[in-house]
């Protein structure tokens, strides 16, 4: 077992004539996923790549085709809806790529997700990924953009608020013969789905998952929230590492949750909640995977 | 993106908000003829308030010598002066910089005397994914300053999106901060307005500080909008297309817009040591280790996920305006984007702008044969690290050398 997805999960795609969502459909294909469906309003019964059938509404296509998680890569105007689209439709997991949506929407969203059994994971997140057996780590379960390639299946967990950063973590593991379970990236946005803290409570549970990499930034308090959590609940070694301790206060970072504000959200006061919750820090973003290797 | 304060008060006077008459003005005579409306319509005293984007404005001097972006003015001539004496003068206050910045527009207001100063914000709290209100009896002095000391005296009413401030909600906080009488309703419908004014504008942050109770012509106790400041959430911009207007490019810095104009996110920072990276987290991370190893970075430079041969090229004119930087660290991890795309980027700028700085390459993901075979071929002279850590410490070398 991994978290979240596993290779067999079904998987929809909305926004999937689009060009963004239509390179990444395709790569997912190719990486072994099984895509079951796309959904593109007014472009029902039209096939993707000759091969995946397309839908006009979510609820058709988790109808016709039980598929149970979705990936989402429509512009930010649609996003919103886009997701709460694929919450009523029943899904088990929503993530959603897009970058740029307003933080109101996504106040909204996470209020009405509250209490039901979907769960979103971004956005403006490269996604998950379950890494398979096969060649490159194919036959896995990619919802998202990260590049499939550098994943190789194994007992390290991932998650990560940052995309290249993930895929650095992620390919130092894998050049050192250290496969991963599954590969969380939740996401850049101050208002976002899953936490830190809540993809940890679930590799924590998961057999497979023999250790832990959360790499955070600057911007709020998640990762605090979850050193807290750890401190009494670790089974397994986990190592954080956490970008922007070079960065100037008041000024976002790329991400629009990157930022310093108030004094708040340093990396020196995460780093260090985390080192007093017995979880070790990566001195650099060289040694990230190295550092956990060390523990296990 | 942050707004002037006149244009703060606008929003909120659009949500409902009483905010004290006034008028911009760009000119001495605009200036002249504002305070004149104001004095005839029975203003006792106006204040000139220069117009920045930028804190401690009051305690701000002019570099022509003049203390104060703020002043109380008891007459006419006096608040055509101050004015005169604000307009086009640069005005250096403890956030601006050393450089201050250049002073194109005043507000002229009617000013009542003070009785009590209170704080009020409204903004993301980012623990509970939930609009916040936040409101102190400590007005007039920094936030961060009350948390740190007197954290009992900041009130806290989380909003639910759905509902919106409740006229409950509002009332509390009203008492909380020890208004009585009429006073409390008045309150709750400012709060309500404040609020309002965030979410319809999609707002990161209203804030007024401070809310003065002030003593009004009739001599009775009103509250009012001293200072406002707002800044609007970048990603709900595009659904404000009058929002958008507000924009004025004269307080952001012209790199940094130009770096905008070609998707690029660069932030200008104190060190030497240039960085382009493809990626947020990335980006920063190389700061960071730069930093590790001993140098200081120049910039933040994230060109994106699927950076293009241009957007390299235009990156490295970005970087090589900022006459502080030394040497050059390119890191790039390409994972969906071809490294071979950006070798052939990196090779067309440094010709393109003839370097001839240090420059440092690390390059790793996909297609990565074919991009080292490219920086190879080239003849440039490029130092390639094997590992983002070997890349950090040549580039850091090569600085000291």
Known sequence: ?296 | MNIHEFQAKQLLARAGVVVPNGKVASTPPEARAAARELFDGGAQRVVVKAQIHAGGRGKGTFTNGLAGGVKVCSSLDEACARAEAMLGQVLVTRQTGPGGRLVSKVLIEAAWPIQLEFYLAVLLDRSTSLPLLMASTEGGVEIEEVAAHTPEKIFKVAVDPALGLMPYQARDLAVALGLRGDLIAAAARLFQGVYRCWWEADAALVEINPLGLVTALDGKARLMVIDAKVSLEDNGLFRHEDLQNLRDLAEESPIETEASHHDLNYIKLEGNIACLVNGAGLAMATMDIIKHYGGNPANFLDVGGGATKEQVTAAFKIILKDPNVRAILVNIFGGIMDCDVIAQGIVAAVKETDLTLPLVVRLEGNNVEAGNLTLAASGLTIIRGRSMAEAAQQVVAAVAA
């Not at chain 1, 596993?6 to 099984?34: C, E, M, N, W």
């Not at chain 1, 990236?185 to 023999?210: A, M, R, W, Y």
């Not at chain 1, 000024?251 to 985390?274: D, F, Q, V, W």
Request: hydrophobic fraction near 40%.
């Open chain 1, 1 to 296: 077992m991994a978290i979240l997805v596993q290779p067999d999960t079904k998987v929809l795609i909305q926004g999937i004539t689009g060009s963004f969502g239509a390179r990444h459909a395709k790569l997912s294909l190719d990486y072994g996923t099984r895509v079951v469906a796309g959904v593109t309003p007014g472009k029902g019964g039209q096939r993707f790549e000759d091969q995946v059938p397309i839908f006009d509404t979510v609820a058709q296509a988790v109808r016709e085709t039980g598929a149970t998680a979705s990936a989402i890569f429509v512009p930010p105007s649609f996003a919103a809806d886009a997701i709460l689209e694929g919450v009523a439709a029943g899904l088990e997991l929503v993530v959603c790529v897009t970058e740029g949506i307003p933080v109101a929407d996504m106040i909204k969203i996470k209020r009405a997700l509250r209490g039901g059994p979907t769960r979103l994971i971004g956005p403006n997140c490269p996604g998950v990924v379950t890494p398979g057996d096969g060649p490159g780590s194919r036959g896995g379960c990619r919802l998202g953009i990260a590049p499939g390639y550098i994943h190789k299946r194994g007992h390290i967990g991932v998650v990560s608020r940052s995309g290249t950063l993930t895929y650095e973590a992620v390919w130092q593991l894998t050049c050192q013969g250290a496969g991963q379970s599954t590969c969380v990236g939740i996401g850049g946005d101050p208002v976002h789905g899953l936490s830190h803290l809540e993809v940890l409570k679930l590799f924590n549970d998961d057999p497979e998952t023999h250790g832990v990499i959360m790499i955070g930034e600057i911007g709020g308090t998640a990762e605090e929230e979850a050193a807290a959590w750890l401190r009494q609940n670790a089974r397994k070694p986990v190592v954080g590492f956490i970008a922007g301790a070079t960065a100037p206060p008041g000024r976002r970072m790329g991400h629009a949750g990157a930022i310093i504000s108030g004094g708040k959200g340093t990396a020196a006061a995460k780093i260090a909640a985390l080192r007093e919750a017995g979880v070790a820090v990566a001195e650099t973003p060289a040694v990230m995977a190295e550092t956990l290797l060390k523990r296990l």
